[in-house]
């Protein structure tokens, strides 16, 4: 993993924008995948800066860009906590790409985190049978937590417990707040480009410990390394 100390948030856009930018204008599909929380932001900027690169092509846009989370909170479509709603608030104009929100219709009943859990779980799963065959590029922006989670993935979690080699790429478990659908470890090693951002002093023992050895999942954010490329961008000194 690649650490980038920054002044700002708009170097991570900058710098990710342009890699997708030219990954579309070569006519290579990207799959980007984003989070909520302090990434929400910046990924809704990005995917702004790739629509004004586009704004001549956007059949060409949608047809080459897919839009999705790593994560989300379940219940019903627009729940308060939702990383997609989150996303929204923040400029995303999903309608530009070929997106796909964890949550559909029908989501928030009893036991349904589990069938959206599994209709994730194809989706992904056929990303990566694509980019298997070299017809996809897969992206992702995801924070990291002060307890060393990223995406849904907490420590201790049944998502954390999920072996990195298992075929298993998502998941619904039930944390401590919210119930979660999340991307597995398995999926990381599917992944082109890992992208973390994390800033604040309050990250620090999560960052310090990216560095050091350990177990893949302990904490989980170590998972990023599994991608074929990761960078985390801090504004943290090393």
Known sequence: MTITRIQSADAVRESLAQRLVSKLK?????LFMVSGGSTAPVAAAVC???????????????????VTLADERYGTVGHPDSNWRLLLECGLEPELFASFPILGEGSGTNGGEDADARAFGDMLADAAARRGHDALYIAALLGIGEDGHTAGILPGSPAAAISPEDPTYAVAYRSAIFNRITITPAFFRHMDLAVAYATGTNKRAAIDALRSE?????????????????????????
């Not at 070569?26 to 990207?30: K, L």
């Not at 800066?49 to 586009?54: G, K, L, P, T, Y």
């Not at 904490?219 to 090393?238: F, I």
């Open 26 to 30: 070569s006519n290579c599909p990207v």
């Open 48 to 66: 702004a800066d790739v629509a004004r690169e586009f704004r001549d092509r956007s059949k060409i846009l949608k047809l080459l860009m897919s």
């Open 214 to 238: 350990g177990p893949a999942t302990e904490p989980p954010a170590r998972l990023l390394s599994l991608a074929r490329e990761s960078v985390l961008y801090t504004d943290l000194d090393a």
